[in-house]
């Protein structure tokens, strides 16, 4: 019964560790990823203010698209 109980605590204690583990990399992907949309608007923002709007926006786009 000991035995039983001791491998029970351990396993336990290994999956508690391995919960912890996978909310931190949760954690640092939903970091990240906020990070790169926070990234992403500001360059559309900028995009937008250095060509005078959004429809000049679109319009520099599909020029420099077709070329």
């Known amino acids: ?3 039983t109980t001791t491998t029970k605590t351990r396993s336990v204690a290994r999956e508690s ?3 912890e583990l996978n909310r931190v990399g ?5 970091i990240t ?10 360059c ?9 709007g959004p429809a000049n926006l679109v319009s520099n786009f599909v020029s420099a ?3």
């Open 1 to 3: 019964m000991k035995t």
């Open 17 to 19: 560790a391995s919960v």
């Open 26 to 30: 949760v954690n640092a992907i939903g």
């Open 33 to 42: 990823s906020a990070a790169i949309g926070c990234w992403a608007v500001a």
């Open 44 to 52: 559309l923002a900028s995009g937008m203010i250095n060509s005078g």
């Open 65 to 67: 698209f077709i070329g």
